[in-house]
């Protein structure tokens, strides 16, 4: 191995040993539903299998987290009455729905790489990316529409005018140095927490379980989703792409302000802004520049106070399992909940 060889290969290796440990943790947690998860898979294939939306499904089984359509059935099994059927169908609607959110921010975001595959819109283009967008939306409302309560379907509708209301906030804030911490957790609580939560008060609610435990899921997934997209943000700064299977600077790149670059801002003069901010509005931005303001708010402190505050919802999601009726499930999600803050990819 050559000197210039062994920098990449240390990150390969780092790389691997991360996706052991996060795959150990998903296997561990997800053990209790991992039946049930191949099950959503099989229900998503049999749900995409008209020829146009086949091109989808290397997306869909490109190795992602699974998370969300896991804490559907995770959330059941607390329950004293699951409905197996229903719990399927359900987190096969929101992995549909999430894997539709994916695919219309990377057009937003001209993202080229998403769990080390190439972004639909780059490997189809942005006509065909739009549509299948639409597309997954529509077929998820057929799945959950054919439940038998409408809760579900009342949750996932609400979920998904928020996820569009998160997308508009955060367009409308772009290029805001001045946008308040508030401020960007409500767009966060939108775009992100708002499907986490959902897929938590909907499991509950099909295993069976009364409203205070489902009201206390709820808030134990959209604090969690809080968390979990503040630590996305600070990895967008800070996190090595092959790692993350998907481009990073993304979000500045487009003049999203994140938490870690609210705190940058924050801790620098008038002159110290704009002088260091000066490339953000340029058609074409210099990936120094990206790098430049990476390494700033790693030096300033802002990704550490980021993180912090990605702790304290942690917290409260693990405040809001303390009245959960025990049950082996919320040791899961405890254990998920700390994942939030620990991940790198």
Not at 37 to 54: F, I, S
Not at 243 to 269: F, W
């Amino acid at each position: 191995m050559t000197v210039a060889s062994a920098p990449h290969a240390t990150a390969r290796r780092r790389g691997a040993t991360i996706a052991r440990e996060n795959g150990s943790l998903f296997d561990r947690a997800f053990g209790p539903v991992q039946h049930d998860l191949q099950a959503v898979t099989d229900r998503l294939l049999e749900k995409l299998t008209d020829p146009v939306a086949r091109k989808v499904i290397y997306l869909i089984t490109a190795g992602g987290k699974r998370l969300r359509p896991a804490l559907v059935l995770l959330t059941g099994l607390l329950g004293p009455s699951p409905n197996r059927a229903a719990l399927i169908d359900t987190a096969a609607a929101v992995e549909m729905i999430h894997t539709a959110t994916l695919i219309h921010d990377d057009i937003i975001d001209q993202s080229t790489l998403r769990r080390q595959q190439p972004t639909f819109h780059h490997r189809w283009g942005t006509e065909r990316a739009l549509l299948m967008g639409d597309y997954l939306y529509a077929t998820a409302f057929t799945l959950v529409t054919s439940l038998e309560t409408p809760y579900a379907m009342r949750v996932i509708a609400e979920v998904c005018q928020e996820l569009s209301r998160g997308e508009l906030l955060e367009v409308e804030a772009r290029y805001r140095l001045d946008l308040s911490e508030a401020e960007y957790v409500r767009i966060i609580g939108d775009k992100t927490a708002s499907l986490i939560g959902g897929c938590c008060r909907t499991g509950a609610h099909l295993g069976g379980s009364d409203q205070q435990t489902v009201d206390r899921l709820a808030s134990f997934g959209y604090n969690f989703g809080l968390a979990f997209q503040i630590v996305d943000d600070c990895l967008d700064l800070t996190g090595d792409q092959r790692e993350m299977g998907k481009s990073i600077h993304a979000d500045l790149d487009r003049g999203a302000v994140s938490l870690p670059i609210i705190y940058l801002a924050r801790s620098l003069s008038a002159g110290q802004r704009r002088t260091l901010f000066a490339p953000l509005r340029k058609p074409a931005h210099d990936p120094a520049f990206m790098t430049r303001i990476a390494k700033a708010a790693v030096a300033a402190g802002a990704v550490t106070k980021a993180e912090e505050r990605a702790r304290d919802f942690v917290c409260a999601a693990i405040e809001a399992l303390r009245d959960v009726p025990a049950h082996p499930v919320s040791q899961v999600l405890h254990e998920l909940a700390e994942y939030a803050i620990t991940r790198r990819s």
